[in-house]
């Protein structure tokens, strides 16, 4: 029955989802001409992103392929039948929320890519130096002031977070 059931809702529940993470990575690459220069020489190449050791509940789309726009910005693609993807980039996920909380801090997760060498040159690249700058995105919502004060905000709310994970982390480690 759960296998039906993961069937029945990835339409209803994975797919939006996949489809508003890729807008947000436009979104995030369109801010960045930078990031956008680095990706146009690879227009209608496709990338495959594939997610390891997710847990069962969690299990993503059985392919999620991203084809490199004339814009230098990506789209979800279907990939072809007995077409090799030009880069395949692989992406530990055997703790989803720590592998968030670790992007949400701007580290790097553990990520092997495999493919076409400048395409995975530009891939590392773009892993390594692209940032959201939510401040910014704030500023254009509220204006600046409200913006700065909600990043604040925001920013001190994580430093928070993360103190009490530290502290929990580390009375796990004095029981063990």
Excluded at 49 to 57: F, Q, T
């Amino acid at each position: 029955m759960l296998p039906d059931l993961k069937a029945l809702l990835a339409p209803v529940l994975v797919d939006p989802v996949v489809d508003r993470l890729v807008l947000l990575l436009n979104h995030v690459l369109g801010a960045e001409a930078e990031a956008v220069r680095h990706l146009l020489p690879h227009a209608g190449r496709v990338m495959q992103l594939e997610l390891v050791s997710l847990p069962r509940l969690l299990q993503p789309p059985q392919q999620l392929a991203l084809v490199v726009t004339p814009a230098g910005l990506v789209a979800r693609c279907e990939q072809e039948p007995g077409r090799r993807p030009d880069l395949k980039v692989t992406v530990g996920a055997g703790n989803p929320a720590l592998l968030v909380w670790r992007a949400l801090q701007g580290d790097l997760p553990g990520v092997d890519i495999q493919g076409d060498a400048q395409f995975a040159a530009d891939v590392d690249w773009l892993l390594r130096n692209l940032r959201w700058d939510i401040e910014r995105d704030l500023e254009q919502l509220f204006g600046p002031a409200a913006a700065h004060e909600l990043h604040k905000f925001g920013r001190a709310g994580a430093q928070a977070l993360r103190r009490a994970a530290a502290g929990a982390s580390s009375a796990l480690a004095g029981r063990g």
